[in-house]
T-cell receptor
Framework: DGGITQSPKYLFRKEGQNVTLSCEQN?????MYWYRQDPGQGLRLIYY???????QKGDIAEGYSVSREKKESFPLTVTSAQKNPTAFYLC?????????????FGPGTRLTVT | AQKITQTQPGMFVQEKEAVTLDCTYD???????LFWYKQPSSGEMIFLIY??????QNATEGRYSLNFQKARKSANLVISASQLGDSAMYFC?????????????????FGQGTILTVHP
């Protein structure tokens, strides 16, 4: 079955540690995205990538980093510079950037930093 | 300014009844797309329906329809014959044609969401 996988589902870290969230898709989509969701809120874009080896900052990129070495993979690193990293993180992908371009989402990772 | 506004934090509906979830948007683009997603308590985001700004007819997908009023900049979601499984958070989102730099990058801007509770 095609889809997007994110691992792990729950992640706990101590303050000051970097942590990497995994996102893999087998939909053959060109574009991938990372969103952050806080309780009772909508999604905010962290980073996006249109193509391998290219990515752009979204609205709230500070304290985060990404890489896109393979079409299938778009890992997100939450660095110690992120002031409030506890949140629900969602990865998404879409065929491309034109047309209808609906985004398909993974199941998400709940990160708790104490 | 909010680009997507969902004014109903919570809505209640009786099973088998229809319900309308409100969404208004703000854009100066002529070309844009409007999406509705459902987020159950598990957290996954499920795509429901899409309306393009140039689409002349309102979009429909099974029990979901989109009441698109372009002049009023509203894109309300109508769920007919509500089911208990429809209880979830619902998000309206917009994809504008171009960003400030003139590049189309498919970014979605989400509203704050509406929690729908379906009563038996």
């Amino acid at each position: 079955d095609g889809g997007i996988t994110q691992s792990p589902k729950y992640l706990f870290r101590k303050e000051g540690q970097n942590v990497t969230l995994s996102c893999e898709q087998n939909l053959n989509h060109d574009a991938m995205y990372w969103y952050r969701q806080d309780p009772g809120q909508g999604l905010r874009l962290i980073y996006y990538s249109q193509i391998v080896n290219d990515f752009q900052k979204g609205d709230i990129a500070e304290g985060y980093s990404v890489s896109r070495e393979k079409k299938e993979s778009f890992p997100l690193t939450v660095t110690s510079a992120q002031k409030n990293p506890t949140a629900f993180y969602l990865c998404a992908s879409s065929i491309g950037l034109q047309g209808r371009n609906e985004q398909y989402f993974g199941p998400g990772t709940r990160l708790t930093v104490t | 300014a909010q680009k997507i506004t969902q004014t109903q934090p919570g809505m209640f509906v009786q099973e088998k009844e229809a319900v309308t979830l409100d969404c208004t948007y703000d854009t100066s683009d002529q070309s844009y797309g409007l999406f509705w997603y459902k987020q159950p308590s598990s957290g996954e985001m499920i795509f429901l329906i899409y309306q393009g700004s140039y689409d002349e007819q309102n979009a429909t997908e099974g029990r979901y329809s989109l009441n698109f009023q372009k002049a009023r900049k509203s894109a309300n979601l109508v769920i007919s014959a509500s089911q208990l499984g429809d209880s979830a958070m619902y998000f309206c989102a917009m994809r504008e044609g171009r960003d400030a730099g003139g590049t189309s990058y498919g970014k979605l801007t989400f509203g704050q969401g509406t929690i729908l509770t379906v009563h038996p």
